[in-house]
């Protein structure tokens, strides 16, 4: 069978191909052992089978899928594709006592999408009837349930190339979900693009991945781009990749895999936990592209696993850093497969005064700041780097990330206001990002909007805030939260909060309660910080200013005393430039 | 107190030490995230080791429930057959 990279009209098209051939999706367990074998064939027979029972739910409907790795998430994806429905795949984790906030964040994007049809697999699907008591979704259940369904003769006319493939709902915060809505020839175009001009494939590439199925590099990276491609993929939960990062490493070995992605803090993970006896029973020689994506790039990170793993025949020439995001699908670009990271090195304290990216000369008595390539745009990219009043800068210069594409999103679900303020009526995104090029390749080095992002999943301040807000003493606008950066370079979410409250134990009392707040939640630790009312700056409109009340804490904290405090449960600050209490 | 509901609050201990090693003496009643501040990492560390220690798969839905060391305790339990 010949490869065919991507290029279909629309999903349906690509399966209706991959079915011809052997290949297909394989399960393994958290002990290692294969558990199911999808091939594509079976996996387009069930869809179409699933989706002549689907239809009744009438053309274009939302289905919320709770999005477990898992074999029954993919006969339902794709037949919601075959019966011309509109997919939403929802977060499946859960943090340590997190039921409460697990189950209302569900509820407000199952409701946001107006899911007429909502499916967990079993793990999940107690938690899922939970979010949608009450809410006008006709049918919650299993796969099971979903069979039983009455079947219709035909499926209907398959999804057209303007018609939406999926809701995406990567981008929100929790109390405000964003769902980009991308249509078949967006995905289909970004996809072309990503493996004929990022990385080309091969009949020999295989994929290995533990990316969750909810995330932008996850789904369409893998569960759709693989599809595409008729590549064989090899999963492994996320879950179960957190507890044993080295099944990542065994079975990639095992199965002589050649291409996995993954976000910095995966290659992170798994090179704290390699021990010398591993690598001596793995052979990594086959992988080829060891995809690099979803946060800030830390080249120690990178260069820790490749030493790591080197014994193990792992090149380091393999790392493809990439640049992407769900608003258009997933990549916007890629580095030179095969090179490794390529690093920029510019003058640190020039691009701190002066947003100038200008290249570093050794031995000169200024700061060196590194930044890895992300390469150049794919083809049918427009890229623009632009000053805050909206002019293009010339090359070096740092600015707002602008781009446009077909594989651009039609904007976020039923919002309007959030849609207006990223995407242009000409259809340029703002990707409220931050870089500069140099000879037109892109180098990422921040973000003009205010947002975390911690082991690759993006948190915005508004969600911290607001659980501060919560709080009985706390009023609103009372609470600031931002990040800062770490000993070893990764984020470290800040809140201070501003409190009336003298009494050593009530305020113990109220970081107790925030700290099992934004666990429950998010399942982070985040740095508390009380400070006496009227210590958060404003803006000249009065509307608080996060980057103000960063640059105050750092002043009030030197980079030694942020790192101990990372360790203790919060910090009491009299507002001034000292710290009176811990 | 039963043998095996010792066995089980043993694991768990042992397996919090691994993950943070550098606690101190823990209560049972002691919120496992908000106090000792356990990051989602850690957790899952504390967690592998219960599941290899135990032969047993912990669900998700185990884990929502608990928020501290002795509801952590109650719900390996439950899935280990020993409630």
Redesign the interface.
């Given at each position: 069978m010949d490869l065919r990279l991507a290029v279909f009209p629309t999903l349906t098209e690509a399966l209706d191909y991959a079915a011809q051939g052997q290949t297909g999706f394989n399960y393994y367990n958290g002990r290692g052992d294969l558990t199911t074998v999808l091939p594509y064939s079976e996996l387009r027979e069930r869809a179409r089978a699933l989706g002549r029972r689907l239809q009744g739910l009438g053309r274009g409907a939302r289905v919320a899928l709770v999005a477990h790795t898992h074999p029954d998430f993919m006969v339902m994806f794709y037949a919601c594709q075959y019966a011309a429905l509109v997919p939403v795949p929802l977060p499946a984790a859960i943090h340590l006592g997190g039921h409460e906030a697990y189950v209302r964040h569900l509820r407000q994007m199952v409701s946001d999408c107006k899911a007429a049809a909502a499916f967990a697999t079993s793990d999940f699907i107690d938690l899922l009837r939970e979010a949608a008591t009450g809410l006008p979704v006709q049918i919650t259940g299993t796969l099971a349930d979903f069979d039983q369904l009455p079947d219709h003769a035909q499926l209907p006319e398959p999804p057209r190339a303007d018609e939406l493939a999926y809701l995406q709902y990567t981008s929100g915060s929790t109390r405000f979900p964003r769902g980009t809505m991308i249509t078949q020839a967006s995905v289909m175009h970004n996809l072309e693009a990503i493996f004929n001009h990022g990385f080309r494939l091969t009949q020999e590439d295989r994929f290995f991945s533990w990316l969750p199925y909810y995330h932008d590099m996850g789904l369409v990276g893998i569960v759709l781009g693989c599809m595409a491609t008729q590549r064989s993929v090899d999963f492994l939960g996320s879950r179960e990749f957190a507890m044993r990062p080295r099944l990542w490493l065994k079975l990639m070995s095992q199965n002589r895999a050649t291409i996995s992605f993954s976000p910095p803090f995966g290659y992170a993970l798994a090179a704290r936990r390699i021990t010398p006896k591993d690598t001596e029973s793995l052979d990594l020689s086959a992988w080829r592209v060891a995809g690099v994506g979803a946060e800030m790039i830390h080249p120690e990170w990178l260069e820790a696993f490749a030493t790591a793993l080197k014994p193990a025949g792992f090149k380091p020439s393999a790392f493809l850093p990439s640049y992407g995001m769900a608003e258009c699908a997933l990549a916007v670009s890629f580095a030179t497969v095969g090179a490794g990271m390529q690093i920029d090195s510019v003058d640190g304290d020039l691009l701190s005064d002066t947003a100038e990216a200008k290249p570093y000369v050794e031995g000169a008595p200024t700061r060196r700041k590194d930044f890895v390539s992300c390469g150049p745009p794919l083809p049918g990219f427009e890229v623009e780097v632009r000053a805050e009043d909206g002019q293009l800068l010339p090359e070096r210069r740092v600015g707002r990330i602008h781009l446009r594409s077909p594989s651009v999103m039609n904007g976020y679900y039923n919002a309007p206001e959030p849609t207006a303020e990223v995407l242009s009526a000409d259809r340029w995104l703002n990707t409220g990002d931050l870089g500069y090029f140099a000879n037109g390749v892109l180098y990422l080095t921040g973000r003009a909007k205010d947002l975390l992002i911690i082991n690759g999943r993006n948190i915005w301040p508004q969600d911290l805030e607001s659980l501060a807000e919560l709080q009985p003493e706390v009023r609103p606008t009372d609470a600031s939260a931002f990040s800062v950066s770490g000993s070893d370079g990764t984020e470290v979410a800040v809140l201070v909060v501003q409190v009336r409250e003298n009494d050593p134990r009530e305020q113990a009392e109220l970081a107790d309660r925030l700290h099992e707040a934004i666990s429950q939640e998010f399942g982070i630790r985040c740095l508390i910080e009380l400070v006496p009312p009227h210590t958060l700056p404003r803006t000249s409109s009065g509307k608080l200013s996060r980057r103000g009340t960063r640059k105050d804490f750092l002043d009030r904290h030197d980079e030694e005393r942020i790192r101990e405090a990372a360790y203790l449960r919060f910090l009491v600050s009299d507002g001034g430039r000292r710290p009176v209490a811990a | 107190m039963p043998e095996a509901t010792d066995k089980v609050e043993r694991v768990v201990r042992e397996a919090l030490k691994i993950a943070c090693p550098d606690i101190g003496i823990v209560d049972g009643n002691t919120?496992?995230?908000?106090?000792l501040?356990?990051?989602?990492?850690q957790?899952?560390?504390m967690?592998?080791e219960i599941?290899d220690r135990l032969d047993i798969?912990i669900?998700?839905?185990a884990?929502?429930?608990?928020?501290t060391l002795n509801?952590l305790c109650n719900s390996v339990r439950r899935v280990a057959g020993e409630a």
């Open positions: - | 919120h496992l995230a908000s106090e501040g356990l990051d989602s990492a957790v899952m560390d967690i592998m599941e798969s669900p998700v839905a884990i929502a429930e608990a928020h509801d």
